[in-house]
């Protein structure tokens, strides 16, 4: 309970403005609520929750404006027939002036809860999310993304960190060079992010039938190879990001950790699981 005590997290209750198929694999979804100009744009990767209803409606208790550690103890006392599911996303365009917020849902098939939603989502239709109160302080709280004096960095990403990677790539200084490694299911969806990948290099690697997070561990197995050396000797100056599917994280860590890359100078993340639904992924 106490973990939640100091969160500026409270919850916000959006309406469906507006949605858009990028890709055979991606829905933007534009939500509109005016509190949402109290919701701090942290951008880059920056991590909120979102509360998929059970039954098309959400429990009474669930209100804007509840704190993080309230709203938890309301959804932990709901029935398991009515609490709503739980899911992290990435607000990575957040327009407070515009009261608007847009989330990039990829669609897992078979799709799970938030997949469902998303890829159903009318203009009408609500979700409440938790996310950070401007005023709550604690500023870049849910950002993940710390490349200090990096100049030369690793951005690692399956579909489900797609949205954090638009995030990030504008965030760089004028003397940053990335490298993006994508793993896709289908070409068009790794297309989806030219736009903000235009002056970086990537490359993207087709699933073709293997386990989610498999062809980015090949990727980055190989740029290890030809760049660890370097990127090891640079130190602080090299910054790696990867996010996937949770239970290739441990082989991913160990890749850095082989080419001798300090461990802080890595960040990984679990962004999905590869297992049957639970109503909480707590990441
Ligand atoms: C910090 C953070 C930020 C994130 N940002 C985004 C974002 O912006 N956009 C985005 O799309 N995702 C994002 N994710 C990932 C997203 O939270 C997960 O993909 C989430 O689990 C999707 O929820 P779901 O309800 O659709 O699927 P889940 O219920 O969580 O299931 C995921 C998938 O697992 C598969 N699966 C595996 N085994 C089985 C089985 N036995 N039966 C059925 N299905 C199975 C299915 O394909 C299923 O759809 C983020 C995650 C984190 C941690």
Same mark, same amino acid.
Request: charge should be positive.
């Given at each position: ?110 799709? %799970?809860?938030?997949?469902?939603? =998303?890829?159903? !989502?009318?203009? @009408? #239709?609500? $979700?409440?999310?938790? +996310? ?37 790539l504008p965030s760089l200084g004028p003397g940053v060079r990335a490298t993006v490694l994508l793993e896709a299911g289908t070409a068009a969806d790794a297309a989806t992010l030219d736009d903000v990948t235009a002056d970086h290099s ?6 073709? %039938?293997?386990?989610?997070?498999? =062809?980015?561990? !090949?990727?980055? @197995? #190989?740029? $290890?190879?030809?760049? +660890? ?55």
């Open positions: 309970m106490s973990t939640f005590r100091n969160s500026p997290n409270v919850l916000f209750e959006t309406t469906v403005t507006a949605t858009r198929r990028l890709s055979p694999g991606f829905v933007r979804v534009t939500l509109g609520d005016d509190r949402l100009r109290d919701m701090a744009p942290h951008q880059r990767d920056q991590r909120i929750k979102i509360m998929l209803p059970v039954g098309g409606d959400y429990p009474a208790g669930l209100r804007a404006g509840l704190p993080e550690q309230g709203w938890r103890r309301e959804w932990r006392s709901t029935p398991d027939r009515e609490r709503p599911w739980l899911r992290s996303y990435t607000a990575y365009r957040a327009r407070p002036a515009a009261r608007e917020l847009d989330l990039d849902f990829y669609l897992h098939q078979p799709h %799970g809860p938030a997949s469902t939603w =998303a890829a159903g !989502a009318r203009p @009408g #239709d609500r $979700l409440i999310l938790s +996310g950070p109160h401007v005023r709550a302080g604690q500023p870049g709280y849910g950002v993940q993304w710390e490349p200090g004096p990096a100049t030369r960095v690793l951005i690692v990403a399956d579909e489900t960190a797609y949205p954090a990677v638009r995030g990030i990537v490359e993207v690697r087709l699933r073709d %039938g293997a386990r989610g997070g498999t =062809a980015l561990a !090949a990727m980055v @197995g #190989d740029w $290890l190879a030809e760049h +660890g050396a370097a990127a090891a000797g640079a130190g602080s100056r090299f910054y790696a990001w990867a996010a996937t599917e949770s239970s290739r994280i441990a082989h991913l860590r160990r890749l850095f950790t082989e080419a001798h890359i300090a461990p802080e100078r890595v960040h990984t993340q679990g962004y999905w699981h590869d297992r049957p639904t639970r109503k909480e992924i707590a990441d």
